[in-house]
């Protein structure tokens, strides 16, 4: 299963400051040992509105929205095809010490046929202003990965086949990424895993997951005081496999709607839409595959929710947020 750096200029902005290239030789260190890291794949959890809840891909988001927000959503890929995959996921995270830190929880449910993932991270960022109202994030991630194998889900000919037994194994796991941000920009680079999760299942062994790398990169551009255009990009990258690349281009209206367009490396077409309500967002995106790997009427359906609320003195009051 399957999941841009982009650099804007605001005329306004003063020369860099020297702290941050003083801070370039540790950013470049951390992202060519990540590049390092990111081994052969397996599968890994999709998700086309990651613009939504990027902590599920990068744990340096945790609470760089300067609030408390919770978001659960659902994805349906293939829906009709017998033992499609499907993904349920959660997270709440929050900013603390003057918006510095960061802390939040992610759970992870990621099920095709038989095979379930069940996935619980805890998540730590911390925060650098590296040129005025221009934040560096750093994060880690920790936490535990239940893999579930149950063979009376399938249609076996032989029952009790001794080749198709019930697995059930935790493994450990952590991640890490970074996060460069400001009001017209997010720029981020993770491994959510870096630890290669591996179990031995009837003598064979099963990867269950392996590192990917992700870049992704949004950036906004008023047409006026109630036009915005959002265009992001998403590339993964893992050994032994193509890139994969998300491009999606969404049009906010008033600040409260928002219409797009995405496709996935061009075998996949889908439209987006979202809509603000206060502190809540719902969100909901529909997908065609363009190929004939499953066919064109086995349909990807993919809700979200998110409730965001500004309770410590030093969290914003802004009811509107790029990102």
Known sequence: MNKMTVITVNENCTQPDIKFFKNMKTILT???????????????????????NPILLNPAYAGSNQQWQTTAGYRSQWSGFDGN??????SSHLS??????????TAIQDKIGEVKNTE?????SYRLEVIENKYLYFGLSTGMIRYTSDPDLLNLQIKNDPAFIYTNEFQFNTGAGLMLKSDQYMIGLSVP????????????????????LYVFGVFTHNFNERLMLKPALLVKATQGAPLSLDVN??????QNYTFGLLTRN?????LLTQIKMKQYK????????????VGQRFLSHEISLTYSLPFLDFHDRSVFSNF
């Open 85 to 90: 995959p499907t993904t349920l996921n959660f």
């Open 282 to 293: 719902l969100g909901y995106v529909f997908e065609m595959p363009t190929n004939q790997s």
């Open 193 to 212: 895993r870096l630890i290669p999760n591996r179990i031995t299942e009837n003598g064979t062994t099963v990867q269950v997951y392996n590192q990917h």
């Open 30 to 52: 951390i992202v060519l040992m990540m590049c390092c890291i990111a081994g052969y794949a397996q599968q890994d959890p999709l998700y086309s509105q990651y613009l939504n």
């Open 249 to 254: 281009i969404n049009l906010v209206v008033d």
């Open 266 to 270: 061009l075998n996949t077409i889908g």
């Open 120 to 124: 619980f991270n805890l998540n730590y």
């Open 96 to 105: 603390l010490v003057d918006n510095k830190v960061g802390l939040g929880f």
